[in-house]
């Protein structure tokens, strides 16, 4: 097997056949990331000691002939608000950088670990997950791997730029108000933003409560589908975690007894578009069938409210820190912080209120469709330092406007799988597959369609016209 690239499934099956050790791909991983990382600054913390002990663990096992568990030998790395037992969870923020390590692993990279993952680090950010840029003044910028001149979108952009350099076959990010989903978009990589309390989030520095998912990266849909798979089942830890089994997606995954009900989003969706992402979401529509265009009426209103409800609960968490330490915080976010932390409660109760109304409304039109088809950024990769995306005939600040597409989804918690389209062969731009709470089989069956019909694909040249 070609060292690179290579994907979490080839890995999964090149160590189940003996045809390399854990050990071997772990080097060889390393020594990637020792390659690429200073041009990318994926990586804040590399765990070269611990991965190579996982592997050798692994050899050991099943040179005794113990079955290979499901992730068996799979490189993969985390975003920097995950608790890594033994390195400080800076959630990519100065000002949390002195604090003690980690006692233990977050329970998603337990379960990794469990399921045979090899853990390589944590990954670059933006701090305290509040942006969509990846321009971090303390650990420094991630560059896209797509071109090293432009973002790799946020907040989550280490996570996406390791995927989409090669440097692993599978991350872990959270998503907000976006922030898989736009990194995935701008770097044309698959991500997932799983139903809100499908994932366990114990472990992980928090944002907004009422709004953090956590969610895999990867460079293929099957990839994606196998760690969900490894990530999923209840847990005590976190209150908002649903209760409910594991019900894997992989094995159904190929499933086409029942043709998907598909309608692709207009309006809101449309006039928030450029002209690559309206191109991308009316070709993955086509190609998965649909029959309408829709309009979610109130997607505009759900975007505000969910800046108010974001701004209110970040600004709270944080608000003693802003009090003793607010030189510590990150520029680009703290005078943010700041005023979300006064934010009237009359104006968080009606955002909660609305978010209410605007799930009901959205739930019946899953009563008609299974699936629904968006843009998951306005525009492809901007340049880094960028101040300002035209989309249609407007200028837009650039760092709050990435979110434009992927806000009103996440403000009512719903499954979202993101799989890559290519107008050009320089630049991709992602789709947003978006389904009913906990149908997030729907979701990634959409997008193993469309990369099987060679329409969505983490490399280039994957282009329809």
């Known amino acids: 097997m070609n060292a690179f690239p ?35 600054n994926a990586f804040i913390d590399v765990c070269e000691a611990r991965a190579l002990a996982e592997a050798e663990a692994l050899d050991q096992e099943r040179a005794r002939g113990a079955s290979p568990p499901p992730f068996a030998a799979v490189p993969y790395a985390v975003k920097n608000l995950f608790d890594i037992a033994g390195l400080t969870t800076a959630a990519g923020a100065r000002n949390l950088a002195a604090n ?40 420094g910028v991630t560059h896209n791997p797509r071109d090293l001149a432009r973002s790799a979108g946020g907040s989550s952009g280490g996570s996406a ?35 809100y309390g499908r994932l366990p989030r114990t472990g992980s520095f928090p944002f907004v409560a009422s709004f953090d998912h956590l969610g895999p990266f990867a460079s293929t849909a099957a990839d994606l589908a196998l760690a969900y798979d490894c990530l ?16 894997p997606v992989t094995p159904i995954l ?31 529509a ?56 006064l934010v009237p409660a009359a104006w968080y109760q009606r955002a909660q209120l609305f978010r209410h109304e605007f799930l009901a409304r959205v739930l019946a039109v899953f009563e008609r469709y299974d699936l629904l088809v968006a843009p998951a950024t306005p525009v492809t990769a901007p340049v880094l330092g960028q101040e300002q995306i035209v989309v249609g005939s407007r200028q837009l600040a650039t760092r709050p406007n990435l979110g434009l597409l992927t806000q009103p989804i996440s403000f009512i918690g719903l499954p979202v799988a993101v799989a890559p389209l290519w107008p050009d062969d320089r630049l991709p731009i992602g789709v947003q597959l ?13 997008a193993a369609t469309i990369e099987q019909l060679g329409l969505a694909s983490s490399r280039p040249g994957a282009r329809v016209t």
């Open 100 to 139: 003690p390590p980690a006692a233990r692993d977050a329970v998603l990279v337990e379960r990794l670990q469990a399921a045979g993952g090899l853990l390589l680090g944590n990954l670059n950010m933006d701090a305290l997950a509040y942006g969509f840029t990846t321009e971090n003044t303390h650990y």
């Open 286 to 341: 086509r190609a998965l069938g649909a029959t309408d265009e829709i309009e979610l009426a109130g997607a505009e209103q759900a975007r505000a409210a969910a800046f108010v409800i974001t701004a209110s609960e970040g600004g709270n968490l944080h608000r003693d820190a802003l009090r003793t330490r607010y030189d510590q915080f990150e520029p680009l976010s703290r005078d943010r912080l700041v005023a979300g932390a």
């Open 6 to 40: 290579f994907t979490a499934t080839e890995c999964v099956q090149a160590f189940a056949r003996g045809q390399v050790s854990a050990r071997e791909l772990a080097a060889a991983v390393l020594a990637r990331i020792a390659a690429r990382n200073p041009e990318l």
């Open 434 to 446: 978006i389904a009913a709470p906990w149908r997030e089989d729907l979701c990634l069956r959409a």
């Open 161 to 195: 730029a390791a995927v989409a350099a090669g440097l692993v076959p599978v991350a872990l990010g959270s998503d907000t108000n976006g922030s898989i989903r736009v990194p995935s978009s701008l770097c044309g990589i698959f991500g997932l933003k799983p139903t």
């Open 254 to 284: 190929q499933q086409r007894d029942k043709p998907l009900r598909v309608a692709r989003l207009s309006g809101y969706f449309d006039a928030n578009a450029g002209r690559e992402a309206r191109w991308a979401a009316e070709t993955a």
């Open 232 to 247: 999923q089942g209840p847990d005590a830890g976190d209150a908002a975690c649903a209760q409910r089994a594991v019900e």
